[in-house]
């Protein structure tokens, strides 16, 4: 008697590739927003209505919404 076990073994797990793809790109727009909030003079950041300390938050609500 013979059992399967999976019928995936073979074919390409497209949805994971594609998520992977997703979040590596959440992450390099947040990596990216954090890095120029961080460049900016703290007089810049108050024109923009941003504290330094909330410069991780705003990077995070730009690249994973909130």
Not at 14 to 34: E, H, I, K, N
Not at 35 to 63: H, K
Request: a positive charge.
């Amino acid at each position: 008697m013979a059992y399967v076990l999976s019928t995936r073994s073979t074919e390409r797990p497209s949805g994971l590739f594609a998520a992977l793809g997703a979040a590596l790109a959440r992450r390099r727009v947040y990596s990216r927003t954090l890095a120029e909030l961080s460049n900016l003079s703290d007089r810049d950041l108050a024109e923009l209505g941003i504290s330094r300390l909330s410069i991780a938050d705003v990077a995070r609500e730009a690249a994973y919404g909130k």
